[in-house]
């Protein structure tokens, strides 16, 4: 069983990853994954910056197998605050996504799935932080370098490293 979603991209606020993953217990084989609409390429001035070409590359060819537990994961939609604060993604890619999944099991039979995306449904989400989350921690230890660093350069009166 395959299944196309968008999920949180972690540590990375505003952004969504298109997942294609395998669910099912057994191989599938002769992959195919289509977007309706179909995937717009970015405009000249954003080409050098933008994912999508990785996506569009990716999914441009059948894939020859995908095993159990296996996921394919790309960004689809990288957030960028606008002007009112509120995120647009800088890819050119549709808020609202039909993938259709078509692939084979190990015996031969052909399987079709269509899954409707909708970015729109993570925006009104809310969220919780803990003091103990990774990223919280990782804030903490670089405050705490900067004052170790703040009471060395007091010691040597200023002085850099090495002029003792």
Same mark, same amino acid.
């Given at each position: 069983?395959?299944?196309?979603?968008?999920?949180?991209?972690?540590?990375?606020?505003?952004?969504?990853?298109?997942?294609?993953?395998?669910?099912?217990?057994?191989?599938?084989?002769?992959?195919? /994954?289509?977007?309706?609409?179909?995937?717009?390429?970015?405009?000249?001035? =954003? +080409?050098?910056? &933008?994912?999508? *070409?990785?996506? $569009?590359?990716?999914?441009?060819?059948?894939?020859?197998?995908?095993?159990?537990?296996m996921e394919l994961e790309n960004i689809y939609y990288s957030g960028r605050p606008g002007p009112d604060g509120?995120?647009?993604?800088?890819?050119?890619?549709?808020?609202?996504?039909?993938?259709?999944?078509?692939?084979?099991?190990?015996?031969?039979?052909?399987?079709?799935? /269509?899954?409707?995306?909708?970015?729109?449904?993570?925006?009104?989400?809310? =969220? +919780?932080?803990? &003091?103990?989350? *990774?990223?919280? $921690?990782?804030?903490?230890?670089?405050?705490?370098?900067?004052?170790?660093?703040?009471?060395?350069?007091?010691?040597?009166?200023?002085?850099g490293p090495g002029s003792d």
């Amino acid at each position: 069983m395959l299944a196309a979603e968008l999920r949180i991209v972690p540590y990375v606020q505003g952004s969504l990853k298109l997942v294609v993953k395998n669910y099912g217990p057994s191989i599938a084989k002769n992959v195919w /994954v289509t977007f309706q609409p179909l995937l717009p390429d970015p405009s000249p001035e =954003i +080409a050098s910056q &933008s994912v999508t *070409p990785f996506l $569009k590359r990716r999914y441009s060819r059948k894939i020859a197998t995908l095993t159990p537990g296996m996921e394919l994961e790309n960004i689809y939609y990288s957030g960028r605050p606008g002007p009112d604060g509120i995120f647009v993604n800088f890819e050119p890619l549709p808020d609202q996504v039909t993938v259709r999944l078509v692939y084979e099991d190990t015996s031969g039979r052909s399987y079709r799935d /269509v899954f409707h995306l909708d970015t729109q449904l993570f925006h009104d989400m809310t =969220i +919780a932080t803990s &003091s103990g989350a *990774p990223d919280a $921690k990782i804030k903490e230890i670089a405050g705490t370098l900067k004052k170790i660093e703040g009471h060395m350069k007091t010691r040597r009166g200023g002085r850099g490293p090495g002029s003792d």
